[in-house]
């Protein structure tokens, strides 16, 4: 099984940048199709960014193309977030997840998830 924790949310103000990460755990990791969703107060949790597993490829909501960039270190087993030019809207908590189908399609199915970090942006 796959243990993920993330790490670096907090306040920003509008128009700044953060940085979440998100540490796997094991020698499974590179396994992992990987992904950040989010969820804010009332909301069913979205799909905000995805990683394939050598990250080649890389799939973004609408809502953090051009803002939002996903990346990952298979020697480090993390997965980073980096937030730039943040909007109030994008005020949630913040999951990575692992997704271990082998070479499945585009959407993908997520099996394992952390416990999710806080992200506030201020207006």
């Known amino acids: 099984q796959v243990q993920l924790v993330e790490s670096g949310g907090g306040l920003v103000q509008a128009g700044g940048s953060l940085r979440l990460s998100c540490a796997a755990s094991g020698r499974t990791f590179s396994r992992c199709r990987m992904g950040w969703f989010r969820q804010a107060p009332g909301k069913e949790r979205e799909f905000a960014a995805a990683?394939?597993?050598?990250?080649?490829?890389?799939y973004y909501a609408d809502s953090v193309k051009g803002r939002f960039t996903i990346s990952r270190d298979n020697v480090k087993n993390m997965v980073t977030l980096q937030m730039n030019s943040t909007k109030p809207e994008d005020t949630a908590i913040y999951y990575c997840a692992c997704d271990v189908d082998f070479e499945s399609s585009w959407p993908w199915t997520f099996d394992y998830w952390g416990q999710g970090t806080q992200v506030t942006v201020s207006s």
């Open positions: 990683i394939s597993r050598s990250g080649g490829r890389t």
